[in-house]
């Protein structure tokens, strides 16, 4: 167990909808990260949240945004969904200067 | 851009056996490379390797640097139908940027 948390588990959304995933880690590592991971592919870095502050992102448009909350808590957000959006969601966390990240058990969106 | 490829794709494999996992990446600012494990959502944590040569063991599991060739092993000895996952293996820049491959399918068979 990693103690990292994502909500909801499962979710269905259609195309043009807007979508809110949440993530929290019981450990209090302050550096936050957000991927992408489509069926046969490897976890695609969405970005980066450290101290409340987006601070590195990946090739993502930017109907793609997120949040960092003061207890480290972390949403992402998806506008105006497309087709392809369907995908597994991790999230994971580290402590800043650190390499070892703790991942969620991830958040599954399928967009109709 | 930076990248990361491993191989095979995919691997099928009887219990007792031997598998080496390939990884090779090209990247800017390569900060250390990191293997994960990924059975069924959350991909956890294996290996970390910044140092090229120096070996990292964890029971039946170990992995190796190597700087020069710009690519990573991981050995799994005496397989176990438990160590049915994809592998993963990432670096990080010193950006704090993680790149993932597309991981190996490994498939132990009793």
């Known amino acids: 167990e990693t103690g990292v948390t994502q909500s909801p588990t499962h979710l269905i959304k259609t195309r043009g909808q807007q979508v809110t995933l949440r993530c929290s880690s019981q450990s209090g590592h302050n550096t936050v990260s957000w991927y992408q991971q489509a069926l046969g592919q490897g976890p695609q870095f969405i970005f980066q949240y450290y101290r409340e502050e987006e601070n590195g992102r990946g090739n993502f448009p930017p109907r793609f945004s997120g949040l960092q909350f003061p207890n480290y808590s972390s949403e992402l957000n998806v506008n105006a969904l497309e087709l392809d959006d369907s995908a597994l969601y991790l999230c994971?966390?580290?402590?800043?200067?650190?390499?070892?990240?703790?991942f969620g058990p991830g958040t599954r969106l399928t967009v109709l | 851009e930076d990248k990361v490829v491993q191989s095979p794709l995919s691997l099928v494999v009887h219990e007792g056996d031997t598998v080496t996992l390939n990884c090779s990446y090209e990247?800017?600012?390569?900060?250390?490379l990191l293997w994960y494990k990924q059975e069924k959502k959350a991909p956890t944590f294996l290996f970390m390797l910044t140092s090229s040569g120096i070996e990292k063991k964890s029971g039946r599991l170990s992995s190796i640097l190597d700087k020069k060739e710009l690519s990573s092993i991981l050995n799994i000895t005496a397989t176990q139908t438990g160590d049915s996952a994809i592998y993963l293996c990432a670096f990080n820049t010193n950006a704090g940027k993680s790149t993932f491959g597309d991981g190996t399918t490994l498939t132990v068979k009793p």
């Open positions: 994971a966390f580290r402590t800043g200067g650190t390499d070892t990240q703790y």
């Open positions: 990247v800017t600012n390569f900060r250390s």
